[in-house]
C-alpha cells in the first residue's frame, strides 16, 4: 500500500446556507504533486485551510500522515506548510529580514536563519533583490518569496493555493521549477490550480472539483481517456468534397464531426468507448473509408484530448482563461 500523504472522507465545510466544500473523499499519495483543479470559487482554498488545520470541518473527516486535523491539529500543524492565495510576508521587511524573522520564529538559531535565508534567495533568484523591501518586488518575485517562506523548514507537506495566478509565463515557469525542486526533496505538495496546463505541468494526480464536489479524479491519462480518445483532423484536397467527407467520417467512426474555419478541414471526436478501437486504429479506419468513397486526402493528423476538453465536458463550461499579469501590482494577491 501507498503512503498518503491525505486522506478524506466526506468532508464538509458550510458558510450559512452554501456548501463550500461538501463532501470530499481526497486519497494523496505521499511524494507526489496532487492537482485539485476548480474554478473560482469551486471550494479549493476552503478545503486546504481544513486539511492545514486553519479551518474546523463541519463534517466528515481528514487525516494528514494518518493524524486527524481536528483531533491532532498539533501533530499536522508541524508537517504541513501553506503558501496561501492571500499570503504571509510582510511588505515593509526586504526579502532577507523576512526569512530570517520567519526562521527566528521557527526556532532556528540566528546564524542558521540566516544562512537558510541566503540559501533560499539564491536558489529562487532573490539574491540580488534580498535588500530590497518586498512591496517593491514584482508579482512573480513575491511568489516566490512566499513559497521560499513557506519552506524555510522543510515541510512534509506542502499546499501551495493557486501559485501561479496572474503571474506572466516566465514567472510561472519559474515557480513551477521551485515545485518540482521541492517535490524532489521529497515533500508531499498539493497544488490548487485553474489551470489544466499547470495541473498537466506538474501534477501525478488531479481532483476537479467544482461546487464543492469531487466531479473526477484520476491520472492525467485516465481523466483524459474519460472523454474520448483524442481526435482525427483531416485536411481534404477539394473543399467541394467535405459534406461527403463529413457524412463518412461520421459513419465510419462513429464520431463528433466538426468542421473547421478552414473550409478543406474537417475535426472528427473519437469516443474510445463507441467502437473498442484505439485512436490510431480509428485513424487507418477514416483513412481507409475516406479512399474508398473517393474523397482526396492531403493530411491528416491524430490529436490527444487536452485537460481543458476534460474540463469542458466535464463541467459545460469553458476552464479560467489565463490572464498574464502586465502590472505586477495589480496581480492578485
Ligand atoms: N469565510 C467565508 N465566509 C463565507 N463564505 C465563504 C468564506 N470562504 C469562502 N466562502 C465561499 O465558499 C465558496 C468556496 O470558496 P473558496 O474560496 O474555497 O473557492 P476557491 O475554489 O478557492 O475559489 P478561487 O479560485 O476563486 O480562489 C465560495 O462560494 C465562497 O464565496
Ligand atoms: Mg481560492
Same mark, same amino acid.
Given at each position: 500500500m501507498t503512503d498518503l500523504a491525505i486522506e478524506t472522507e466526506g468532508l464538509v465545510k458550510v458558510f450559512g446556507t452554501n456548501r463550500a466544500v461538501d463532501g470530499i473523499d481526497l486519497r494523496v499519495p505521499a511524494g507526489t504533486v496532487y492537482g485539485v483543479l476548480g474554478p473560482n470559487g469551486a471550494g479549493k482554498t476552503t478545503a486546504v485551510k481544513m486539511l492545514a488545520t486553519l479551518l474546523r470541518p463541519d463534517g466528515g473527516r481528514a487525516r494528514v500522515f494518518g493524524k !486527524? +486535523? +481536528?483531533? !491532532?491539529a498539533d501533530t499536522v500543524r508541524g508537517r504541513v506548510s501553506l503558501t496561501g492565495q492571500y499570503a504571509s510576508v510582510d511588505e515593509d521587511l526586504t526579502g532577507t529580514e523576512n526569512l530570517v524573522l520567519l526562521g527566528r520564529l521557527l526556532g532556528h538559531g540566528r546564524s542558521a536563519a540566516r544562512e537558510r535565508s541566503a540559501q533560499l534567495l539564491e536558489a529562487f533568484g532573490l539574491a540580488e533583490a534580498s535588500d530590497r523591501q518586498v512591496k517593491n518586488y514584482s508579482g512573480g518575485m513575491r511568489r516566490r518569496i512566499d513559497i521560499a517562506a513557506s519552506i524555510l523548514n522543510v515541510p512534509d507537506l506542502l499546499f501551495l493555493d493557486e501559485p501561479t495566478t496572474g503571474l506572466d509565463p516566465r514567472s510561472r515557469n519559474q515557480v513551477w521549477d521551485i515545485v518540482r525542486a521541492v517535490v524532489a526533496q521529497g515533500t508531499t505538495v498539493l497544488l490548487t490550480t485553474q489551470y489544466l496546463d499547470e495541473a498537466d505541468q506538474l501534477a501525478s494526480r488531479i481532483a476537479v472539483i467544482d461546487h464543492g464536489k469531487v466531479i473526477a479524479e484520476g491520472t492525467k491519462g485516465e481523466l483524459k481517456a474519460s472523454v474520448g480518445s483524442g481526435s482525427v483532423r483531416v485536411r481534404l484536397r477539394d473543399p467541394e468534397q467535405r459534406a461527403e467527407a463529413e457524412r463518412v467520417l461520421t459513419t465510419a467512426l462513429d464520431a463528433t464531426v466538426q468542421l473547421d474555419p478552414d473550409p478543406v478541414a474537417l475535426t472528427a471526436t473519437l469516443d474510445g468507448r463507441g467502437t473498442g478501437l484505439g485512436a490510431a486504429e480509428q485513424a487507418a479506419r477514416a483513412l481507409t473509408e475516406l479512399a474508398r468513397a473517393g474523397i482526396m486526402v492531403d493530411d491528416f493528423g491524430l490529436g490527444q484530448p487536452s485537460l481543458d476538453e476534460v474540463f469542458l465536458a466535464l463541467t459545460d463550461r469553458a476552464p479560467a482563461a489565463r490572464t498574464p499579469a502586465h502590472d505586477p501590482k495589480e496581480t492578485p494577491a
Open positions: !486527524d +486535523v +481536528v483531533e !491532532d
